[in-house]
């Protein structure tokens, strides 16, 4: 099938999905009215709580649940056949993920804008707090203490990228400062902030950079030293200085890249073809998992990701300025990322088809050259595997309408390297909030500032970062418990939602049931899976972290099918009284 008629129909998929199914869950399910009260100016403080435009707001949320996420999951998923990966990411995102993120954006934004553990503690009970919290915090820690050697990574095979992306710093506060301090024209600022966005890839294509060994520490232990510092800095400031404004930019990047990646796919597919060559099914690609339930934990950003539940009562529920602006930024920026996921997954399936060099210079094209790339999971898998496919396959659409493959290299680097960081800064902000608000519940006020959370969230990465040594790899280690950990807090957070709205009445919670019950099943039976595996392995680490969040999720669902219980008989007896 040519990848021009896919990028179309799932392209019109969105859009139909967005005035359709999602106007229904805004105006029917969650009735989002523009005169209700929200935090961002009940709360507001400049801080952490500001009312927010929402094209500034959509542009944070949005490179806050990105990050690599949607790049590196369809990336691999692809392995099993790309229509399994493109249903997940259609109807997966249309039906699940985006009602999973206006969902916890919402009952985020009528409890103070607080954090899906506190909200847990309010619909369910509040012993689940804590279990919620221990969950929360582990995949914070691991997204905080791996992302730093993600950007790391991404530096090494991308050195062009090194400077765009600190330029990108200074170019965010001057746009912060431009927009809120003068009331300068937003479009304006818009475009300048733009411009010299892409003046430093320009200069950094130019000027590539790689880290040298300082002190005995590698190149990716003092990249995560250094981006653990930025990340307690961006925590720390006010929303409006570095985080807000720098999230805003790069999704300026991320327009402009999808723009010339549906250029490069239109272009193509009507000067020669672009078929995708990937196999439309495969359920036994050499040393794979099998494709059910891996799949569904395999690719999260962009179908459904519990990190988003987390963004989502985090730093986004404090900066919507009312509340139908939910829809556009919950439900909406999903549907975004979901596009995203296409194009990755043309780039990984079509685009890489058009040319590819191995590693002996030998060329490339055709099926051969995916094969090539996708004869197993051991070659395909990896990050670095990852991003040299999306990378490739881009470059090698963007070449056919005359961007130079540098050029095409550079951009995509950015981006990548770009949308990691983001993901870096708002994971601290969201894990301070997470210590903080125990810190409260637990009478510890001193821990609850943002100065001091900010250092535990920080400190407490870096210790799992440096565990093994002064690469910085330490997370790697737990990694692997990341996909099925992300994917149960998802499950989890669908359950807060579920029972937000079973206390509204009727049979509106079915909306958020049924994706949960899904998310549930797959998720638990890929944990019970991983654990078999990890248990044969003698992976005694990571076996007995799996089993104890496992125990904790299952904890947790009974505790809340007791709650969906009492919830159901309080309908009842309010409707009889």
Not at 480 to 505: C, D, E, H, I, M
Request: aromatic share 10%; net charge positive; glycine share 10%.
């Amino acid at each position: 099938m040519d990848a021009l008629w896919l990028m179309l129909i799932c392209g019109v998929g969105y859009v139909v999905a967005y005035c359709t199914y999602g106007r229904y869950l805004a105006r029917k399910i969650f009735k989002l009215r523009p005169e209700a009260a929200v935090p961002s100016r009940e709360l507001q403080d400049g801080i952490d709580y500001v009312p927010t435009r929402r094209g500034i707001i959509f542009g944070h949320h949005f490179t806050s649940i990105a990050g690599t996420g949607p790049i590196v999951g369809p990336a691999i998923g692809v392995i099993w056949g790309w229509l399994p990966a493109l249903l997940w990411v259609t109807v997966g995102c249309i039906f699940m993920g985006a009602v999973h993120d206006l969902g916890a954006l919402v009952v985020s934004m009528r409890n103070e804008g607080k954090s899906i553990s506190e909200t847990a503690a309010k619909y369910i009970n509040a012993r689940v707090r804590f279990i919620f919290f221990a969950i929360v915090f582990l995949t914070l820690l691991l997204v905080i203490a791996v992302f730093g050697v993600v950007i790391a990574v991404v530096f090494a095979r991308f050195p062009s990228s090194v400077a765009a992306v600190w330029l990108q710093i200074p170019i965010a506060v001057a746009l912060g400062w431009m927009v809120y301090k003068k009331g300068a024209s937003v479009p304006v600022s818009t475009a300048v902030a733009v411009g010299a966005m892409y003046a430093t890839i320009w200069l950094g294509s130019k000027v590539p950079f790689d880290m040298p060994v300082i002190g005995g520490m590698p190149a990716t232990g003092s990249w995560t030293l250094l981006l653990l510092i930025y990340a307690w800095i961006a925590s720390t400031l006010p929303v409006t200085v570095l985080l807000q404004p720098r999230d805003y930019i790069n999704a300026w990047q991320l327009f402009i890249m999808m723009s010339l990646l549906a250029l490069g796919v239109a272009w193509t597919s009507l000067s020669g073809g672009l078929p995708m060559v990937a196999p439309v099914v495969d359920l036994s690609p050499e040393g794979a998992p099998s494709l059910w339930p891996f799949l569904f934990i395999t690719i999260a950003c962009g179908a459904v990701s519990g990190f988003h539940s987390l963004v989502a009562s985090g730093t986004s529920p404090k900066q919507v300025a009312t509340e139908p602006d939910a829809q556009f930024v919950g439900y909406g920026s999903m549907l975004l990322e979901g596009a995203l996921a296409v194009l990755v997954l043309i780039c990984v399936g079509a685009g890489i088809a058009l040319a590819y060099t191995t590693s002996d210079g030998q060329l490339l094209t055709g099926f051969d050259a995916w094969h090539r790339h996708y004869s197993s999971w051991s070659t395909a898998s990896g990050m670095a595997a990852n991003l040299t496919a999306v990378v490739v396959g881009a470059a090698n659409m963007m070449t056919r309408f005359g961007v130079p493959e540098t050029v095409g290299i550079a951009l995509m680097g950015v981006f990548i390297a770009s949308f990691a960081g983001t993901t870096l800064d708002t994971a601290t902000r969201i894990q301070r909030y997470v210590i903080s608000e125990l810190a409260g519940d637990l009478r510890i006020p001193f821990a609850s500032n943002r100065w001091v959370a900010t250092t535990v969230a920080v400190v407490t990465a870096a210790a799992l970062a440096f565990a093994t040594g002064a690469d910085g790899k330490g997370a790697l280690a737990l990694w692997p418990l990341f996909g099925s950990a992300n994917q149960l807090l998802a499950s989890l957070a669908l359950l807060v939602v579920t029972l937000y709205l079973r206390r509204k009445g009727g049979r509106k919670f079915l909306v958020a049931a049924i994706p949960c019950v899904i998310m549930l099943v797959v998720t638990n039976w890929a944990m019970v899976l991983n654990e078999r595996t990890y248990i044969a392995e003698k992976n005694w680490l990571l076996a007995v972290i799996g089993a104890g969040i496992f125990a904790l999720a299952l904890w947790m669902t009974i505790e809340a099918a007791i709650a969906f219980g009492s919830a159901r008989a309080e309908g009842e007896t309010a409707g009889a009284s």
